[in-house]
Structure formats: structure tokens, C-alpha cells
């Protein structure tokens, strides 16, 4: 980004930017904190949280959750825990990912312990100014050099004969990246944190801040050490002091990060012989060059680990020279052609620029939440007394699971109704019908359609208001249908009330219950029971009696109709609520038998014929034939009792 003279933006082709461009970037910049999840609500179910990386100071890797599928994108990371950065942490809670986008900075190579690169980053520093030189230590301001700081600091402590040889931060952002890390020294390791009781270890006792420096005029006759950005020795302070105090064989550089290719600090690291100025001018590279990497980024071992760790299922590597991805790449593949083709990841290091197109399959699967993760416990379980302690247990694979299959943006789950509004944005809700039924008849004659029909009906009875005409004698009378359907008569002249909370159980009970309703008004047995009733108490009983012998028959001519189906030969007398069945099997169907066939006797006996309870009794000499009957007659009883609602 440049200006002209005026303040005005120049139109150079290297310009990548303009100021009012970056200062729209930072204005859409927005604070979140680790593991805090952040949710867009979009139709792709783009979420993601952020991990820490351990690279600086509030480095991040981000989890991302888009489409049902899940990205870990690690960007810079490490996973050592240096002196006052926590090591990056695995993401929790979490399946793999579908894919990693990991960094391959350092490729295979591996580093040095951290006591033997400390050793000789103070070992060659102490042996520069000890012979009266001048040690320069290239560093970005925010990172590495707060690290660096408190390695030196504490070797000057321990170390009282070099005390008196100054150490010299020289940034522009010296004095506020120090504050940063004063500020949030809770996001730091342990270590800080409980020196933090004490003092703060970043007030250092043996290092001076110099917001600006004038090289030309930097008193440098004496031994000192200067850590100076930037660390690429492009330009800046560090390269004014490289160019300064290259050709002194007395004086040294050390690189302690990472070097990107085609910089200074890369080139002096072969040792070349000359050095090219910033002025252009070629001059005689005699100081001391060394290397001790404190770069916070992985080396192989630490990435390898992590990579098996996280067990993604595709693999991108990202951020380093291609030779280096390269080696990596060959490394893992090696390392995965251990396991079956089916489990191994892909790996891909594409260049800059060049899309990448991973095909997923479509998953089917849900997660189950809230009541229903729990089981109740089973007492013939062998964990019976840790049950009963804990009141649940896990359940277990093969258990039947019912509940509510939500899916919202790719993602699946299945709840239990009152778990709906904790796990999900919807809520419960129902839907109340009610439908008016024109009904002529008796409440008498309803009440024995719907005893036939169905079993354990509630009924309650209230008096009904003075001003409604043409009231029942009985009163407004409500049966309850089970818990879900409700018929009230009585309150209105000439109408049934039909009501129920809609569901597919309700709805095919009240068409049902419509349906009785009509055929109640229409059928025999309702227009004689709408007749005038008799008030003789015995021959009224009498009559009641006659019901329910003619309903018994007409289910006892269902018994026969079945058998007859089944048999053919079948022959049947009936007595009040009793009906005997004689069974006749020909000779020629059972060739074990003798040549006058074989006679089964079944005995249906009604006991309550309200709620279709019935007694039934098979003698047959043939085990097998007395079984098939009596089934047969079992069946056809139950599918003509009233309908039990549970």
C-alpha cells in the first residue's frame, strides 16, 4: 500500500490494496474466544470455534462444521510447551474431522531437545560479547521475541559477569507488544501464571525497550545484544545493524525463527563469503552466522503425532516449500500403507491457487439426545445394584429407540418430545378437533355401540343448564375414549360432540367413533331400544338379557363362519351365551387315523360379552388339530372383543 505527495493512493501496479480497503477488513474484525461457538444460521450449517494453537499469543486453529461434514484447519501451530505458551490442544468432543488442513513448514525434519537449543543459543551469545562483539538477533516483534526475551533475561540473572553488557529491544513495537502480553498473561502456561503472583515476569530486569533507533547514531563501540525487527532482514532496523556490523568477525547474527527462501536471512545461513548492502553496495560477510531454531511451529514427530491423533479422513498440506510437503507427504503415505486401503486418508499438497474437490458420501445417522441416552435399568442386568444407584444406565446396541428425528442444516437428532425445545429451536405444540355430529338417537343406545367397540371407557355425567332445550333425561354425558378421544352428548339437542388432540391414533378413532355415532341412529338394535321403555322392572331386565344373548350369537356364528373357512365340516348348536363346535377331519386328510375321520369338540362360552371376555374349551385325541382350532376360535374372540385403549 502507498500514497502519493498529496496523501492520495498511487497507482503503482505492486499495490495490492488501498488504506480504505484495510480499513474495511478491520473494521469487520469481530473478538470471539477459544471453544466459543460460533453459529451463522445459515442453510449450510456453517459453525465453527476456535482451539488454541500455541504458535503466539492468541494463535487459533479452527474447528469448521458446514454441510454435515467437518474441517480442522490448524494454520500456524505447535505443540511444545515452551516458557510461557501452552502446547496446542487436540479438539474435543469431537469425531474426527473430514478433512485437516494441516501446515508443513518444517516437513521431516526434526528438532533439537529444547535444554540443547537453549544451551546454544545463550552458549553462542555469551562467546560473542565475551570476545567484545556485538550479537544482532533478527526477530518479529510479536512472537518469538517475547520468548527469546525471558530466555536471555533469566540467563543474565544467573549469569552476574555479564550484567554489565546491555541488551537492547529495538522495535517500534516494543513497548506495546510487552503490554499485550502483560494484559492477558491468563491465556499463558502455568509457569507465567504463577509468577504472575510474584511479579510480571515480563517487566524484565536486564533488557531495555528502544522504541526508535537512529543506527547512525547508535553507540555500538562495546559488546551488546540487540534483538531487532524484522526477523526476514529485508530492511528495517536489523538490516541497518547487519549491514553496519556484517564485516566485524568479532560480532555475530543469530537466526532463532524460521527462515522463508529468498530472503537475507536465509541466504546467510550457507555462509557465503559477501553480502549485498541495502545501499547495493557488495561487502565481505566475516561475523558469526548461526542458526538455533525457536520456531513455533511442529517438526515432523510433533506433526505425525498429531495428524494420528486427529485420524482425519482426507489430508491437506499447506504452508511450506514444496520439497519439504513433498518429503511429509512420502512420510505419511509410508506410515498409511499399513493399514487396509479402505482406512487409509488422502493426502494432497496442492500448489497456490489450485482447487482441491473431495467427494463425500451423503451420511445417514443421528445422534441421540437428552432422556433418550438414558435407559432405564434393567434388574436381570449384572450391573443391578450400580443401577439402582444411578437410577439409568447407558443403552446398549440392539435397544429399540423412539422419539422425535429433527434435522436442521445437515445435522441429525432424535429427542424425546418434552427434550424438544432444550435441543433444538422448535417447540411442542398440538392441535385440538372438534366435530358436531347430528344424533338422534338414545345416549343409551350409543353407550352399548361404543361398549361393543371399545373396552374400559370412562364415563361421566353432569346436569344439564335449565335454558337448553330438549336437554337428554340422563343429563350431559361424556365417555372418554382412553386419553385420547372424547364424545359428549346430551348437551345439545340432536348433536354428539366429537372431540381429540389430533395425532394419527386420535384422528382413526374419531372417524371410527363418527362412523358409530351414525350407524347407532340406523340399526336395529337402536330403533328397539328407541321404542317407549316399559317400566317392569323384570321383563326391562328380561330384555336387557335378550341383548345380549343376540349379541353373543351373532359372535358365536363368527366362531363358526371362521372354523367352517378352515375345516369345512363343521357343525354348531348354540345355547343362550354358549356355543358348541364339532370339528369332523375326513380319513383321507389324516392317513394315520381311522377310516371314520377324526372328531374335535370346541366349546365357546361368553362370561361378559361387554368386554368379549369368553371361555374356551378344544378336546381332540390330536394334539396338533386341537391346536390349530383352538387358535382358530381364540383369534376370531379377540378380533370381536371392544378395542382396548391402552
Known sequence: MKKGAGGELSQDDDVLYTEAELQSCVDKIELIDYHQTIDLNLPSGLKFHALNAGHVLGAAMFFIEIGGRSVLYTGDYSMEEDRHLMAAELPRYHTSPDVLIVESTYGVQVHASRAE???????????????????????????????????????????????????????KMASRALRVYQTYANMMNARIRSQMDLGNPFSFSHIRNLKSIDVNTFDDRGPSVVFASPGMLQSGVSRQLFDRWASDPKNGCLIAGYAVEHTLAKEIMSQPKEVVTMEGRRQPLNCLVDYVSFSAHVDFVQNRDFITSVNPTNIILVHGAKEEMGRLKGALMLQYNKLPENKRPTIAMPPNEVEVKLI???????????????APADDNDDQVEESKAKAVVEPREGDAVRGILVTQQNSSKIVAPEDLSTYTPLRVGSVSSRLHVPFVGKIETLRMFLGEMFRDIEETREDSEADVDGADDEGVVTFSIGSQVKVIVGKTKGVATVEWD????????????????????SSAASIRLTGRPCRH???????????????????????????????LSVEATYEAMKGTFEVTLDANDNASEESNGLVCIATV???NILDGTAKVTVECEDEKLAANVRGCVQNVVAASAPIAMD
Open 117 to 171: 537449543r537453549e544451551a546454544r543459543f545463550t552458549g553462542t551469545i555469551e562467546r560473542i560479547v565475551s570476545g567484545g562483539g556485538r550479537c544482532l538477533i533478527p526477530v518479529f516483534a510479536l512472537g518469538r521475541a517475547q520468548e527469546l526475551l525471558l530466555i536471555l533475561d533469566e540467563y543474565w540473572k544467573d549469569h552476574p559477569h555479564l550484567q554489565s553488557i546491555p541488551i537492547y529491544y529495538a522495535s
Open 360 to 374: 463425500f458420501t451423503r451420511r445417514r445417522s443421528a445422534k441421540v439426545m437428552g432422556k433418550l441416552a438414558e
Open 502 to 521: 389430533c395425532s394419527p391414533v386420535g384422528d382413526v378413532i374419531a372417524d371410527s367413533l363418527v362412523a358409530l355415532i351414525m350407524h347407532a341412529q
Open 537 to 567: 322392572r323384570s321383563k326391562k331386565a328380561r330384555e336387557g338379557d335378550l341383548e345380549n344373548q343376540a349379541t353373543a350369537e351373532e359372535h358365536l356364528r363368527a366362531v363358526h363362519q371362521a372354523l367352517s373357512d378352515q375345516f
Open 605 to 607: 362360552e361368553f362370561e
